[in-house]
């Protein structure tokens, strides 16, 4: 099963959608996202998309309420607080906004951790679990908007990168 990646997306829309669209075109159907979409319109390209969205609270937040009651209008759409498990087939996974607000043994515990919050993408193992950040779906800070494509099946995470201005306002 493929599953998209996504992390502090801040509000971004054009970038966000271009993303997801990028996604769906290679099958994903689910986002886990790591948090900090900001305000509630955020959540607007889940929607059109129709992709089903499970992702925690970030810091740059500042309605969550307004998020959950605008997650909650979409179908399959679920936010909870930072850090959240879920388990998706046999695959127990782990959706962090900050990495450093988890200990080693919760990481260890889980297949995949999902984090965000450094605006970098990354890739990395500690035994037997996956460490991903998808980076900044934002692109704000360095300019281009990431995301990251997983298979769970496989642990194969692909990384996406938008280039051009198809995406800006």
């Known amino acids: 099963m493929l599953v998209g990646l996504m992390s502090d997306t801040h509000d971004r829309l054009p970038a966000v959608r271009e993303l997801l669209k990028e996604m769906t075109q290679r099958g ?22 129709g992709v089903a969205l499970a992702g925690v609270f970030g810091h740059n937040d500042g309605d969550p309420e307004g998020l959950k009651a605008f997650a909650a209008q979409g179908m399959g759409h679920e936010l909870f607080e ?23 043994r919760s990481i260890k515990a889980h297949h995949i951790v999902v984090h965000g919050m450094e605006h970098q993408q990354s890739m990395k193992t500690r035994g037997d679990t996956m ?20 298979d769970l099946d496989t642990k194969h995470a692909e990384f996406i990168k938008l280039q051009g201005d198809q995406w800006q306002f």
Not at 36 to 45: E, K, M, N, V
Not at 82 to 104: A, E, R
Not at 131 to 150: D, F, K, Q, R, Y
Request: charged fraction near 10%.
């Open 28 to 49: 994903v159907g689910m986002v886990l996202h790591a948090g900090d979409y900001c305000s509630p319109f955020a959540l607007r390209p889940f929607q059109e998309n």
């Open 82 to 104: 930072s850090p959240h498990s879920i388990t998706i087939g046999d695959h127990k996974i782990l959706i962090v906004h900050d990495i450093g607000d988890v200990s080693l």
């Open 131 to 150: 460490i991903i950040n998808p980076g900044e779906s934002c692109g704000w800070v360095h300019g281009s908007p990431t995301a990251a494509v997983l």
